[in-house]
């Protein structure tokens, strides 16, 4: 492929206004350099999805797009949140782009490593993941909980890039196979690598957020970490039914204790009964526990309807 790339940036905003016009000057002079490098076309262009902010986010992106053709806007028609609107996006141009990128509207992730991520695509890469190399702006609290996160993610088996979180670019090839993922729980960065094809990282510091603060506070960075982990693992599940065998181990040990006890006249009419009912119905119940989450698991993983398979490639006329 040598022709100039079709690239869409897409930007989810929500009470950004304090943000969007230097962001949108710096991407706008990014898109200058890259067209005049030959790298992407006349076409591409920078969508901002307002999502349902209550500032002048959509009155900036609106005057925006009516001063420069480069940049595009979609309005939400309420807050549906960081997830649903980059995906709202991406969905929206995937049929007019050759690639399209998200990205935050703050300039915490370096918008200079875009020219890296379309040459990798321009190579072939399909995915390209941008990854922070340091976090030293985040504050401690922040970034030892991410990566706290990454390793129970990865240890209940979820396939997540470290240090990756929103900053990426999907071929249309891509996109289009998942557009395929119905699920309505979205946890982008667990379900983009499900995806397959060749893929690649390029690195980058990442840093402080421009202006304006943070819209993930504490409460709703947990909802997130725990849709993450209950979209991708029924780890969880099973861990009840070990534990109910755990228990009912303990169970047995404790009988013998109780009978012992009762042989020796240490103890009190009903005690060694009543131990070793409780001990014995706790493990049986978690036993139970399980087994029935384990066919709610399978529920879950079927109406969740994610393809069973995505074909990379095609050869001779199929
Ligand atoms: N965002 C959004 N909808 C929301 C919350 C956030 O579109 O309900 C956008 C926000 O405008 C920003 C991006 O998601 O472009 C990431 O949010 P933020 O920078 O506040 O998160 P942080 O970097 O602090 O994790
Ligand atoms: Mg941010």
Request: charged share 25%; glycine share 8%.
């Amino acid at each position: 492929m040598n022709k100039s790339v079709n690239l869409y940036i897409v930007v989810p905003c929500y009470n950004e206004e304090a943000v969007l016009p230097e962001t949108s000057r710096q991407m706008l002079a990014l898109f200058d350099e890259m067209k005049s490098d030959d790298l992407i076309n006349e076409k591409s262009r920078i969508i901002f999805v307002d999502d349902g902010s209550k500032d002048k986010t959509w009155q900036i992106i609106d005057k925006l797009s009516d001063e420069y053709e480069e940049i595009g806007g979609i309005k939400l028609a309420h807050n549906a949140g960081h997830q649903n609107a980059v995906l709202a996006g991406l969905m929206t141009v995937m049929s007019d782009c050759d690639c399209a990128i998200s990205i935050d509207a703050d300039l915490q992730d370096d918008i200079h490593v875009i020219p890296e991520m379309v040459r990798k695509f321009i190579d072939g890469c399909e995915i390209v993941y941008g990854v922070r190399g340091k976090r030293d702006t985040d504050t401690a609290f922040k970034r030892s909980t991410a990566q706290g996160f990454y390793k129970v993610m990865k240890s209940l088996g979820a396939d997540i890039i470290p240090n990756h979180a929103d900053f990426r670019l999907m071929s249309q090839k891509a996109l289009i196979e998942f557009s395929k993922f119905p699920e309505r729980n979205l946890f982008l960065r667990g379900m983009v690598p499900l995806l397959g094809f060749k893929t690649d990282c390029v690195y980058y510091d990442r840093n402080e957020r421009f202006a304006g603060e943070s819209k993930y506070p504490l409460k709703k960075m947990i909802s997130f970490a725990l849709d993450g982990i209950t979209s991708f693992s029924v780890k969880p599940i099973s861990f009840i039914t070990t534990l109910g065998f755990i228990v009912c181990v303990f169970a047995v040990v404790m009988g013998v204790y109780s009978v012992v006890q009762k042989f020796m006249g240490h103890t009190d009419a009903g005690w060694a009964s009543l131990m070793m009912s409780i001990w014995f119905i706790g493990g049986v119940q978690l036993i139970a526990l399980g087994l029935v989450g384990t066919y709610i698991g399978k529920i879950y993983s079927e109406v969740k309807r994610r393809p069973r398979f995505i074909i990379e490639e095609y050869k001779n006329d199929l």
